[in-house]
């Protein structure tokens, strides 16, 4: 069953905490994304990474950290320099950057307490 | 850079009505559109997309158009269900390989 994963489904933190959230794909795509929802908004991304070991900036990095180790694998931590942390974060993976079609994952819930 | 605008942000229809929503972009050198649908609490799912060489593309009850020379496109659904209401979100594919993405457009079905 392939697909994206994205855990935990809710997730809570206090002030001051850094945090990971875990995206995983079994879909051998190349090129992973991280983006922030907040509500009533559309998406702005965070950071994309199109080849292991290798990650960019996207519009709002801010704050945000992320790793690719793995091909299947794309952490994102959100650290305590994040001002305003709380939202809807979406994972996403393409089979490259430039074949455009993106899948999404189920999204996680960060609020901070 | 591409900014995409969407249009109306909030649309309600008449159970079986059609519903249009509308894109703009300003990057011509963009040539990839898709549409996602929202449902409450999950990630979006991709329902149709469009490349600059077509001008329509169809599957079942959902149609997208597209202007390239107005630099607009459009999602529109025919005989709208229940399970049609959900946030509906365009995007276009920038000269960098990146998705910019409209707003959004919450589409109610009354009953």
């Known amino acids: 069953d392939g697909g994206i994963t994205q855990s935990p489904k809710y997730l809570f933190r206090k002030e001051g905490q850094n945090v990971t959230l875990s995206c995983e794909q079994n879909l051998n795509h190349d090129a992973m994304y991280w983006y922030r929802q907040d509500p009533g908004q559309g998406l702005r991304l965070i950071y994309y990474s199109q080849i292991v070991n290798d990650f960019q900036k996207g519009d709002i990095a801010e704050g945000y950290s992320v790793s690719r180790e793995k091909k299947e694998s794309f952490p994102l931590t959100v650290t305590s320099a994040q001002k305003n942390p709380t939202a809807f974060y979406l994972c996403a993976s393409g089979r490259d950057q430039s074949t455009d079609t993106q899948y999404f994952g189920p999204g996680t819930r960060l609020t901070v307490l | 850079g591409e900014n995409v605008e969407q249009h109306p942000s909030t649309l309600s229809v008449q159970e079986g009505d059609s519903a249009v929503i509308k894109c703009t972009y300003s990057?011509?050198?963009?040539?990839?559109f898709p549409w996602y649908k929202q449902e409450l609490g999950k990630g979006p799912q991709l329902i149709i997309d469009?490349?600059?060489n077509v001008g329509e593309k169809k599957d079942q009850r959902i149609a997208v158009t597209l202007n390239k020379t107005a630099k607009h496109f459009s999602l529109h659904i025919t005989e709208t269900q229940p399970e049609d209401s959900a946030v509906y979100f365009c995007a276009a594919l920038d000269s960098n390989y990146q998705l910019i993405w409209g707003a959004g457009t919450k589409l109610i079905i009354k009953p």
């Open positions: 990057d011509s050198a963009s040539n990839y």
């Open positions: 469009i490349r600059s």
